[in-house]
């Protein structure tokens, strides 16, 4: 039994009844699409992506040609751990049962995080985590009464979607906390996506949050005011705070969950209830670096987490290794990407190390079509072991944020990478790829500090 | 004293000289400019590069500001081991003298092969070696007496050369030896390759060699034979067969070549004769797969060698590991890389191995600007260790070989990598990128050979 048919739910669903035939697998999804992109949304809603479908992998008849039992509209309201059972309810008509299960799979995703303020429920205020509510968000933004949109929060989301807007011609304001966008990134990369955000016309309030949402006589939705008091007149508030883990039906059970307040699980995505599997963004991973366990949103680590508990139950024998924070965006004609730990992570997990900041080119400067490239690099002192990196550029640039990612995973020092066997051909990258060039520099900063 | 001024010359010069501002560097060049991408001269002859200016990293003048005595057009033309003297000549005027050395760095770089049959040297034959090459081609390319170009040679630079004439509007024919062209890539994927350079109107004559060049009443290359008798009309004649180290002084003086031809070098670039160092296409390096020493001809070892052999002299300390075979090449809007070992080199290493072929798109199918991708990767039997990796597709596809060069290079399995942490967002990859869907496969051919 697996309750929630998105990228997780849907993995582990597939790859059970693929590696087990005779399972009698049944899978709960109460939204309108199994195995969808959700990271698409802001791209449909930006008119990038053409319908909706587009972003569907598998939909519930194709899991049904596979043999899985997808019971749509049917939302989990209840998990009997001592009975083995769960209860449904459908939300067309309302009726209710309860449904037996050997093993079950919770792969309940996530909710978006709403700030405890006054006016935040009002109409008007758009969370954007599953499909229906990116239905429900363009709605409003083709129904012609909307001008003035304001993003609360400049993560990846929020920029996503601020992008999406703007893009429509919307009048669009990015209202965030930190002192630059996306505030896992150290701020003189931030710096250059702020730069890049602006450049699209899209007004950023930094360092700033937000206090309250006013809502008209209507009832709707219309300004956001901030701590420091700015009011920023709104037809429409979207929330881009991201998400945090769905762990109601898990709490309500008594299927333990972390200490970062997801659901607890090892290695083989195993709750700590015998038979009870969870995957996605419900669930913490252990991040390789810091040691700590976090909760990480997104959905390549759902497919891989499903894909582990669905082999598990099927017989076979998977794991998922954890993460070390790997992230990716585009804004615009803008990149950015970053692995490891930030500065400020690498800090709060009680690294001492030195930073190397280059700018480059992402081909031979020479050759046309070269653009600009700032790769970030921060290693551990003495060991020069490379323990974060942040790239943020313009075409061609972010991809190779995953040649770092793998040196981390390998715990790499800075010195040997300079020495890796990287692609060279002018229209691919300058000689000295810039991220040889950085951790030419970082290994520098390591040999100076220990001089 | 260095001899030979482009990437491993002028990189051991630069690092000798930083490291240690006392000693006297003197660096000698016979050809026109220190420091070029030899990389970027068929760019240049396609018109995509405006000027050889732009392919200069580094002027005599701006070698000689940072200390370095620079004697341009002039030959080494002997060393002289026991009294520590190199004999030169300068190419202008003949003048000749002997200079005294304490540490020797042999940078010659490497000459293009020319196949041994009748006609090859004659004139309207070029060779694209050294920026005089590409000048000297370029200039019959001017003339305007050229309308049908045969390229001997269907590898890299064959390829990149015969696209340059075909940008240009020439009527260009490729002869190669193997059955696809780049015969380092395994046939599924030079196929690819092969449809994309016969898009670009470029005519492929395949498994056959080349038997002769006949020579016209002019004395002037008018035709290629092959070995199968067909007749290619020639204006112009380009030899892109690749290159062979430059060894002959090294031979002369009794600086001892390793197994493969190239000069032999341990580690840190030292040559068997002590103070002597060499480094570039005229050495010979260690494979770190195969366990053999070979010549791979490519600037970017060549700037890391150098670099290596100038901090040794300069007193520090540093290592060139070896390489994996890493190669990246773009043939007009199609991009083709590879990495560790080619299905008949995994064989010759004596590795028993399963390979697996995925065809998927660069960004999530959905995306606007989406390309097909295809990923090929050899991974040893039972260890699934990856023993190489090939990908051929559109735009945003070859680079991603970095991550599988770093994979080999820290010997991961198949199935490690598929839990890699890359980086995912739609206009990036698809959620499952196409290199782990590529290892998720190899890993099935693994299990099933096991099974």
Redesign the interface.
């Known amino acids: 039994m697996v309750i929630g048919g998105d ?1 997780a739910g849907g993995s582990a669903a597939s790859q059970a009844k693929k590696r087990r035939s005779d399972l009698d697998v049944v899978m709960f999804e109460r939204g309108r699409a199994t195995s969808y ?1 959700a ?2 949304i802001p ?1 449909w809603i930006g008119g ?2 053409a319908s909706e479908q ?2 569907v ?1 598998r939909t519930p008849d194709q899991h049904r040609a596979a043999g899985i039992d997808v019971r749509m509209h049917t939302e989990v309201v209840g998990i009997d751990l001592d009975r083995r059972t769960v209860r449904w309810r459908e939300l067309d008509g309302g009726r209710e049962g309860d449904e037996p299960f050997d093993d079950l799979v919770y792969a309940t995703g996530s909710v978006p995080m709403r700030p405890p303020v006054p006016g935040i429920d009002a109409a008007g205020v758009y969370g954007v985590q599953v499909l229906d509510d990116g239905v429900a968000l363009r709605a409003e933004l083709d129904s012609g009464r909307v001008q003035r949109v304001v993003v609360v929060g400049g993560g ?1 989301i929020g920029l996503e979607l601020a992008e999406a807007c703007r893009t429509r011609g919307f009048d669009v304001t990015v209202v965030d906390l930190s002192a630059t966008p996306v505030g896992t990134f150290d701020p003189d990369i931030g710096e250059f996506i702020a730069d890049a955000v602006r450049g699209e016309g899209i007004h950023l309030v930094l360092s700033d949050g937000v206090a309250a949402v006013e809502v008209g006589a209507d009832g709707r939705a219309c300004a956001v005011v901030t701590a420091s008091g700015r009011e920023l007149p709104a037809d429409l508030v979207v929330l881009g705070l991201g998400v945090r883990p769905d762990v109601r039906l898990a709490t309500e059970a008594g299927i333990p969950l972390g200490t970062s307040g997801g659901v607890a699980v090892d290695t083989r995505q195993r709750t700590q209830v015998d038979g009870v599997w969870a995957a996605g963004d419900c669930v913490e991973s252990l991040h390789r670096l810091s040691g700590q366990r976090m909760v990480v949103a ?4 759902a ?2 987490q499903g894909r582990v508990a669905g082999i598990n139950i099927g017989g076979g024998y998977a ?12 804004i615009c004609d803008t ?1 950015a ?1 970053r ?1 490891g730990l930030s500065s400020r992570e690498a800090e709060r997990a009680g690294y001492s190390f030195v930073t190397a900041v280059v700018d480059s080119t992402t081909r ?1 400067g ?3 079509g070269s653009r600009p490239i700032r790769v970030k690099m921060i290693a551990e002192r003495r060991s020069g072991r490379l323990l974060g990196a942040q790239i943020v550029g313009k075409q ?1 640039s ?6 770092l ?3 981390i ?2 715990e ?1 020092s800075v010195d ?1 990478i ?12 300058p ?3 810039p ?1 040889l060039i950085a951790a030419r520099k970082a290994f520098d900063a390591v040999e100076a500090d220990v001089r």
């Open positions: 990228a992109s990271c698409g791209y990038a992506v587009a972003l992998a990846y997104l959905g390549t680590h497919n891989k794991t998922f290794p954890g993460v070390i924070g790997t992230a990716i965006t585009k990149e990407a692995t031979a020479y050759f046309p061609a972010a991809k190779r944020i995953d040649a990612a793998i040196c995973w390998n790499m040997e300079l020495s890796l066997d990287l692609s060279y051909a002018p229209p691919f990258s000689v000295w790829d991220v």
